[in-house]
């Protein structure tokens, strides 16, 4: 493969200095500032020597790069995890008046670990607000001998008056689900099986109550990242409405075909994976981040400084159709509206961005990089991504965020994302 060519940093989008990134990790509001960590290698701009990194934001748009939070050390690795403030002390590691911000993390252990060729869930703290963070003693919180066992989401779940873990049997496919007072001791509640599209490891789940738009309903979402597998091939992201009684998630829907396009996906693009939302949002809303790189080609390309960046924070809704619900996605209020261009494409229209074409024909929109800017560092990357637009109305309408080597469009109000690379 040939040699990539720096880019310059992306202005909204969060990318680290030097060094590697995937996965958004713990993402957590907390004592006014938007933490973001995520995957990173620090000795290198490729995968590995996998810690945790930490940036924090005032706006969800500015970020600022921190020392590495959870390095990684002679035992273990620190593989994707979330975080959780524990106000009530449940774990007693901090105090009600103090309360610790809680990691829960995946321990992929290494050669020298008696453990060696596992994953497990461990417990990671601090009690100065994210600068400085503690292992607890007691690690792993949660075994199964499991080699991919991994991706720990966690919440407070007050129909329960319990915390809700969230992770995967990633070459199983399965969600499984598991409750703690404290965060310590994890009782197993379900497993939500292999359902819709399963031709890849599942990762990064994440699970949480959407209100539907214009009404006072209320229903609980699933994402399942996948890889590889994805509609537009490689890493995506899929998604299932139903409902969580606090045991057993049971979805809504079941797709008819068993076509890829038949499930529901929240972005129809290359780049946008691993889409996990923040917790402790202050007014509610449920903001996600995804990482906006494809396992296909991510250690291949070219650099921003360090190695791949995340998506612009979005807000997820729900919405009514018919018998069933539909993820919306906006990008976030803080970005200034002037930096999303709209545009309407009638039947048959294209539109040239930084050398891609976006294109709305009898109902379906495209975005084609295969002539956009450097293709060259990975044969996987040139590719046309689609989706079909709800209804195939004559005319399509369009926001668009272009920033440095990036493209996401979010057409018909946000009901389909399209995330793409692009290095013009
Ligand atoms: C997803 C993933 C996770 C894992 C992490 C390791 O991209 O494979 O399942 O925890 O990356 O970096």
Same mark, same amino acid.
């Given at each position: 493969?040939?040699?990539?060519?720096?880019?310059?940093?992306?202005?909204?989008?969060?990318?680290?200095?030097?060094?590697?990134?995937?996965?958004?990790?713990g993402?957590?509001?907390?004592?006014?500032?938007?933490?973001?960590?995520? /995957?990173?290698?620090?000795?290198?701009?490729?995968? &590995?020597?996998?810690?945790?990194?930490?940036?924090?934001?005032?706006?969800?748009?500015?970020?600022?790069?921190?020392? =590495?939070?959870?390095?990684?050390n002679?035992?273990?690795?620190?593989?994707?995890?979330?975080?959780?403030?524990? #106000?009530?002390?449940?774990?007693?590691?901090?105090?009600?008046?103090?309360?610790?911000?809680?990691?829960?993390?995946?321990?992929?252990?290494?050669?020298?670990?008696?453990r060696?060729?596992?994953?497990?869930?461990? !417990?990671?703290y601090?009690?100065?607000?994210?600068?400085? @963070?503690?292992?607890y003693?007691?690690?792993?919180?949660?075994?199964?001998?499991?080699?991919?066992? +991994?991706?720990?989401?966690?919440? @407070?779940?007050?129909?329960?008056?319990?915390w809700?873990?969230?992770?995967?049997?990633?070459?199983?496919? /399965?969600?499984?689900?598991?409750?703690?007072?404290?965060? !310590?001791?994890?009782?197993?509640?379900?497993?939500?099986?292999?359902?819709?599209?399963?031709?890849?490891?599942?990762?990064?789940?994440?699970?949480?109550?959407?209100?539907?738009?214009?009404?006072?309903?209320?229903?609980?979402?699933?994402? #399942?990242?996948?890889?590889?597998? &994805?509609?537009?091939?490689?890493?995506?992201? /899929?998604?299932?409405?139903?409902?969580?009684?606090?045991?057993?998630?049971t979805?809504?829907?079941?797709?008819?075909?068993?076509?890829? +396009?038949?499930?529901? $996906? !929240?972005?129809? &693009?290359?780049?946008?994976?691993?889409?996990?939302?923040?917790?402790? #949002?202050?007014?509610g +809303?449920?903001?996600v981040?995804? @990482?906006?790189?494809?396992?296909?080609?991510?250690?291949?390309?070219?650099?921003? &400084?360090?190695?791949?960046?995340?998506?612009?924070?979005?807000?997820?809704?729900?919405?009514?159709?018919?018998?069933?619900?539909r993820l919306?996605?906006?990008?976030?209020?803080?970005?200034?509206p002037?930096?999303?261009?709209?545009?309407?494409?009638?039947?048959?229209?294209?539109?040239?961005?930084?050398?891609?074409?976006?294109?709305?024909?009898?109902?379906?929109?495209?975005?084609?990089?295969? +002539?956009?800017?450097?293709?060259?560092?990975?044969?996987?990357?040139?590719?046309? /991504? $689609?989706?079909?637009?709800?209804?195939?109305?004559?005319?399509?309408?369009?926001? =668009?965020?272009?920033?440095?080597?990036?493209?996401? =469009?979010?057409?018909?109000?946000?009901?389909?994302?399209?995330?793409?690379?692009?290095?013009?």
């Amino acid at each position: 493969m040939p040699e990539p060519v720096s880019h310059s940093q992306p202005r909204w989008h969060y990318s680290p200095a030097a060094t590697w990134m995937n996965d958004p990790n713990g993402l957590i509001w907390d004592a006014g500032s938007w933490h973001l960590f995520y /995957q990173s290698n620090p000795e290198a701009d490729t995968w &590995g020597n996998m810690s945790w990194g930490h940036a924090t934001s005032p706006d969800l748009l500015t970020w600022t790069e921190h020392p =590495i939070a959870l390095p990684h050390n002679e035992t273990e690795e620190f593989y994707s995890g979330s975080c959780v403030v524990d #106000v009530n002390n449940t774990s007693g590691l901090g105090s009600t008046d103090w309360p610790a911000l809680i990691a829960l993390y995946t321990s992929h252990y290494g050669p020298s670990s008696p453990r060696y060729g596992t994953q497990a869930q461990s !417990l990671a703290y601090s009690l100065d607000g994210g600068s400085h @963070w503690e292992l607890y003693a007691g690690n792993p919180v949660l075994d199964r001998a499991s080699a991919n066992f +991994r991706d720990p989401k966690v919440f @407070w779940h007050s129909g329960s008056d319990s915390w809700v873990m969230v992770a995967v049997e990633a070459e199983h496919q /399965q969600v499984v689900l598991y409750r703690s007072p404290n965060l !310590l001791d994890w009782t197993y509640l379900s497993t939500f099986r292999p359902s819709h599209a399963v031709d890849g490891a599942w990762e990064c789940p994440d699970l949480f109550p959407l209100e539907v738009e214009g009404t006072q309903e209320r229903r609980w979402v699933l994402l #399942v990242s996948i890889n590889p597998g &994805g509609v537009a091939g490689g890493s995506g992201v /899929q998604y299932f409405v139903g409902d969580f009684d606090g045991v057993t998630f049971t979805p809504e829907h079941h797709a008819a075909g068993t076509e890829l +396009r038949d499930y529901d $996906w !929240l972005d129809f &693009g290359r780049d946008c994976y691993a889409v996990v939302s923040f917790a402790n #949002v202050p007014d509610g +809303r449920r903001i996600v981040i995804g @990482w906006m790189n494809n396992w296909d080609y991510a250690n291949h390309v070219p650099l921003t &400084g360090g190695r791949s960046l995340m998506t612009i924070p979005r807000e997820l809704t729900l919405v009514r159709d018919g018998d069933r619900h539909r993820l919306r996605q906006r990008p976030i209020r803080e970005l200034p509206p002037t930096e999303l261009r709209s545009e309407t494409l009638q039947d048959g229209d294209e539109l040239h961005v930084r050398g891609a074409v976006i294109a709305y024909r009898d109902g379906v929109l495209s975005l084609d990089r295969r +002539r956009a800017g450097e293709t060259s560092f990975h044969d996987r990357f040139p590719s046309v /991504q $689609w989706a079909d637009i709800p209804q195939g109305p004559p005319s399509v309408e369009l926001r =668009i965020l272009v920033d440095t080597c990036s493209i996401e =469009i979010f057409a018909a109000d946000g009901l389909v994302t399209i995330t793409d690379l692009v290095f013009f």
